[in-house]
């Protein structure tokens, strides 16, 4: 089974500085998706940046960026110019590929890191 | 264009009882995925549906069912309630025929269990 750790529960940054948020995921299979989810205390969860496992590219969106080493399983998500509208629980989150898998489309979760942004 | 919905937002249920919850996917999207998220946790996949058929399951009792509607809205059904299945449950939608595509999120129907 698959597994992501998210191992800074909570992180702190100056408005406008940078930060990096750490994931680490363990799987057997070769070809899936990695995501970066935000949620604000609304509840809703909101997509941030998405990673396919068979591009070496980094994806950047705007002012996220993640940094994705895959034989290290590593997928950490890094924002810059931080603003106080990014505060909230990101999640790193995992996508089974479809194909011959049992796991097919199934997602894995973790535990999140809550992010305060300081004025 | 409305998103993903969900209903109710907040439910208070007795131990023993059972609950339907419900999800309506965002415009254009065919597969409806449900996640339990406990408090202070990240959330774990339950089940997804696609053409009105259970293609993937989580870790979850048989308590756990669902549905699919031939427009594409969801239910999920838990029965014989426990204190545990206390939690926010979040329904998602996707385009069921196209891989690693973004998964869009309703606000969740808070289920205390009492």
């Known amino acids: 089974a698959q597994t992501v750790t998210q191992s800074q529960p909570e992180m702190s940054v100056q408005e406008a500085e940078t930060v990096t948020l750490s994931c680490t995921y363990d799987?057997?299979?070769?070809?899936?998706?990695l995501f970066w989810y935000k949620q604000p205390p609304s509840r809703q969860m909101i997509l941030v940046i998405r990673q396919e496992a068979y591009k070496q590219q980094n994806a950047t969106e705007n002012r996220f960026s993640v940094n994705f080493q895959k034989a290290a399983k590593s997928f950490s998500l890094k924002i810059s110019d931080s603003q106080l509208g990014d505060a909230a629980m990101y999640f790193c989150a995992y996508r089974s590929a479809w194909g011959l898998n049992t796991n097919a489309g199934k997602s894995t979760f973790g535990d999140g890191t809550t992010l305060t942004v300081k004025p | 264009d409305a998103g993903v919905t969900q209903s109710p937002t907040h439910l208070i249920k007795t131990r023993g009882q059972q609950v339907t919850l419900r999800c309506s996917p965002k415009?254009?999207?065919?597969?409806v995925s449900w996640y339990q998220q406990a408090l202070g946790q990240g959330p774990q996949f339950i089940f997804q549906y696609y053409e009105e058929e259970e293609r993937q399951r989580g870790n979850f009792p048989d308590r756990f069912s669902g549905h699919q509607f031939p427009n594409y809205s969801s239910e999920l059904n838990v029965n014989a309630l426990l204190l545990g299945d206390s939690a926010l449950y979040l329904c998602a939608s996707s385009l069921g025929d196209r891989e690693g595509t973004e998964a869009f999120f309703g606000q969740g129907t808070r289920l205390t269990v009492v």
């Open positions: 799987t057997s299979e070769s070809d899936y998706y």
């Open positions: 415009s254009g999207h065919d597969t």
